[in-house]
């Protein structure tokens, strides 16, 4: 078992070690896990080409350390306890003993399906077990699962599934979220028109609705589970083999497939979630995320289950029944660590404080957020109102890339301070450099957050483009991993990170590339181009502004013309890109080169119509006058 930090002396000592001797550091980790052959070699590495390999040649499989290790000692206990939507439906627990028994099930549905080590498995589900239970078994005979939002739109699951190549879906006849009913499958149908990588379609009942059935290509779970044999042995991997690829959005048009790998990311998310939330034995365990995030994969799925710990999957919504529901599950099953993002806490304050003021929550140890900078306002409620000023918050930095929580207080042992991720996680060694590259060492510096040495559970490389790769992560400051994050550390050595210093837009904690939102938007047949920024939302953080050139307002006129765009989105990505402004502009300002300023954009989104510093690059610059001019009259 990994050992808990436990002091503050004790924080700064492994952090020593870990940066002092990195690979010693990362092998006695390791040690704790169980692996049927141990690695020849820790690292080897460099950010050039870039390789990035750990435990070379140690073999082994990432279920075998949730299963087989625990089961002697935790084979009763529950590992998911699973809440429904409605609250008075009844919940699922299954524990380590029945989750096993439901994986390999699943993994014989999947051999006898033909799908074995290094196929790809798209899962595109709700959150109910199976899905779980779907990613696990993947994992078992070493499939790549590529988990796919249920959020997302038909055109969307389309683009990964391609991506990848995918031979199976994983899905559900339909979802519930709060009082909707979302049609999983009839999307994934859609999807499939253009996928013809897809074999087989493995679906979960769960809403009973009618749905299409094709005969030669789709299956029901419950069926294929009945026949299911049980016994398995899991497929032996290489730490290096990959574990699972999950899309995230970059800066340029298409989402990139982000590779993990089995040894170094089992390493990280384990060792990461015992120490950051502290957990104990017996302690119930509560992230609000969607397992479509890497927040689920790492810290509903994998870091808990690794630790033997008892995780929580909820289905439903924040607000539904009403803006208490947190509140409850949290009393329900006492919960000690809650881990949400900043944009819950901000719809829930919202709401009121009557839904959280007569509740007891006397259970909880620790609260977590993550997803992107809380502001003061929030910390500060959750602190008082949630965590009845006895809870240390755990503010975590982290992304999809870095497979793990890498910035962030280690609970109760790390002072927090409102808004600061605080100090890094041992092996992570972070580094301020400016915008020509150099590094801003001392306290109090600003500048563009990177990572100078390899951690296990970093990304490997990007799916099918490891060039791409390259030049997202290595290329804009030599021999660094850039995270696209602008960081502030101050006078204490505490870190504050202040958002995405790229064209990527963080909307309630889920990253949206601008490029993808506008060039949905180009797609519709009046739009001639558009540029699309963030402008502080108060509960999402930021929300989506497009500035849109349309080549002719008669045909529906303006209102018309915005409905149609925000509906062109959601169908090409997903409700969550769909612009909260539209403003309708004659042009765009340009530079003569043709480049968008969207310097000048990001200002006027903000409602800063002034300090646009040098414009004398500007084509010409009456077309910023009229959309300051639009933007006062219009949004
Ligand atoms: C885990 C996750 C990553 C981006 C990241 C940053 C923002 C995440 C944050 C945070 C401030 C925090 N972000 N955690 N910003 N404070 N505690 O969210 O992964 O979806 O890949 O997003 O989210 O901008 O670069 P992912």
Same mark, same amino acid.
């Given at each position: ?354 839904? &959280? ?9 620790? /609260? =977590?957020? $993550?997803?992107?900078? +809380? #502001? ?110 602008? &960081? ?9 990170? /202040? =958002?995405? $210093?790229?064209d990527? +837009? #963080? ?7 601008t490029a993808?939102?506008e ?10 181009e558009s540029a699309v920024v ?13 500035f849109?050139v ?37 042009a765009l300002p340009k530079t003569?080169s043709g480049k968008i300023m969207r310097r000048i954009l ?16 500007l084509l010409?610059?009456?077309v ?5 001019? =639009? ?5």
């Open positions: 078992m990994i050992d808990k930090i436990s002091t503050l002396g004790g924080y700064i000592h492994e952090y020593q070690k870990s940066v002092e001797n990195p690979q010693a550091f990362w092998s006695r980790i390791a040690e704790s896990f169980f692996w049927r052959k141990k690695w020849d070699k820790i690292l080897d590495w460099n950010f050039i080409e870039p390789k990035i390999n750990w435990f070379l040649n140690g073999k082994l499989n990432i279920t075998e350390n949730i299963f087989e290790r625990h089961l002697f000692t935790r084979g009763d206990q529950p590992a998911i306890i699973w809440e429904p939507n409605e609250p008075n439906d009844e919940n699922r627990v299954l524990s380590y003993n029945e989750l096993f028994l439901e994986v390999k099930k699943f993994t014989n549905v999947m051999l006898n399906l033909g799908v074995g080590k290094g196929d790809r498995v798209a899962i595109y589900m709700p959150m109910v077990p199976e899905l779980a239970i779907a990613m696990l078994a993947c994992a078992r005979i070493g499939a790549i699962h590529s988990i796919v939002f249920a959020g997302f739109s038909a055109n969307s699951l389309a683009d990964r599934i391609n991506d990848a190549e995918a031979k199976l879906v994983i899905t559900s006849d339909g979802g519930y979220r709060g009082s909707k009913i979302i049609p999983i499958k009839d999307i994934v149908d859609e999807a499939l028109e253009n996928c013809s990588s897809v074999e087989k379609v493995v679906m979960v009942q769960r809403t009973n609705t009618e749905v299409s059935f094709d005969e030669s290509r789709d299956m029901w779970w419950h069926e294929a589970m009945a026949k299911a044999d049980e016994e398995n042995k899991a497929e032996l991997m290489d730490a290096e083999d990959t574990l699972f690829i999950l899309y995230t959005s970059g800066s340029t048009d298409k989402p990139k497939g982000i590779v993990h790998t089995c040894g170094g990311y089992m390493v990280y998310s384990a060792y990461t979630f015992k120490n950051v939330f502290q957990y104990s034995d017996g302690d119930i365990y509560f992230c609000s995320a969607d397992i479509g995030w890497i927040t689920g994969h790492s810290y509903i799925v994998y870091g808990p289950l690794l630790n033997g710990a008892t995780t929580v999957m909820f289905e439903g919504i924040p607000t539904y029944p009403d803006a208490g529901r947190y509140w409850d599950i949290v009393n329900k099953y006492g919960i000690a660590q809650f881990y949400t993002a900043p944009t819950a806490i901000r719809s829930l304050i919202s709401m009121g404080q009557e839904y &959280v003021e007569n509740k007891d929550l006397s259970s909880l140890k620790v /609260l =977590g957020t $993550v997803g992107e900078p +809380i #502001n003061e306002e929030a910390w500060h409620w959750y602190h008082d109102h949630v965590g009845k000023n006895r809870c240390p918050i755990v503010d975590t930095w982290w992304q999809t890339e870095t497979g793990g929580i890498s910035i962030s207080p280690i609970a109760g042992i790390i002072p927090t301070k409102p808004g600061f991720a605080t100090l890094p996680q041992p092996g992570i060694q972070p580094i301020i450099v400016d915008g020509d590259g150099n590094e801003l060492s001392g306290k109090s510096v600003e500048g563009n957050l990177c990572i100078k040495y390899p951690w296990p559970g970093m990304l490997r490389t990007i799916w099918g483009d490891h060039e791409r790769f390259k030049k997202t992560y290595f290329s804009t400051f030599e021999n660094l991993y850039f995270s696209g994050d602008g &960081v502030k550390r101050d006078e204490d050595g505490y870190y504050r990170i /202040l =958002g995405r $210093v790229d990527v +837009i #963080n909307v309630s904690g889920h990253r949206m590339g993808e939102v060039n949905a938007i180009n797609e519709h047949p009046l739009v001639n963030g402008f502080p939302h108060d509960i999402k953080g930021q929300g989506i502004y497009a849109v349309c080549g002719d307002l008669s045909t529906g006129g303006e209102e018309g013309i915005k409905t149609s765009v925000r509906k062109g989105v959601t169908k090409i990505i997903g409700p969550i890109a769909k612009p909260d402004k539209i403003q309708l502009v004659r003569r990001r200002k006027i989104a903000q409602g800063d119509y002034s300090n646009f510093g040098d414009i004398s690059t010409d610059t009456s910023v006058e009229e959309i300051i001019k =639009g933007a006062l009259e219009d949004v």
